[in-house]
Nanobody, 131 residues
Framework: EVQLVESGGGVVQAGGSLRLSCAAT????????IGWFRQAPGKEREGVSC??????YYADSVKGRFTISRDDAKKTVYLQMNSLQPEDTAVYYC??????????????????????????WGQGTQVTVSS
């Protein structure tokens, strides 16, 4: 059974930092891309960043502030979030992209679509940035 568990969320002041983790079980991790998405109240879920074996993508809204990385031995993907702003407040989810199609497409098109390619999702972790 595939499971993803996010952690690392919390409350931080504007300008602060958080590091999110996404730990996976039940997958051959190094074959997968992993995506990070977020959803704020009343808004659609949006792609933030993804990482495959050879591909990394960042949404324009987080470029230069967020850094994604992976540790295949630990089956964990990290999202280092710096210079956080109130508009980053959301529930953050990670999801598996078993053939890396979603991440490859995002890298090519500039759009990270949560409705295709991503099959398993974590339960989410809340990030709240106060002004």
């Amino acid at each position: 059974e595939v499971q993803l568990v996010e952690s690392g969320g919390g409350v931080v002041q504007a300008g602060g930092s958080l590091r999110l983790s996404c730990a996976a079980t039940g997958v051959t991790f190094d074959d997968y891309a992993i995506g990070w998405f977020r959803q704020a109240p009343g808004k659609e879920r949006e792609g933030v960043s993804c990482i495959g074996s050879r591909t990394i993508y960042y949404a324009d809204s987080v470029k230069g502030r967020f850094t994604i990385s992976r540790d295949d031995a630990k089956k964990t993907v990290y999202l280092q979030m710096n210079s956080l702003q109130p508009e980053d407040t959301a529930v953050y989810y990670c999801a598996t992209d078993p053939l890396a199609r979603g991440c490859t497409s995002a890298h090519a098109s500039g759009v990270m679509d949560p409705t295709t390619a991503y099959d398993y999702w974590g339960q989410g972790t809340q990030v709240t940035v106060s002004s």
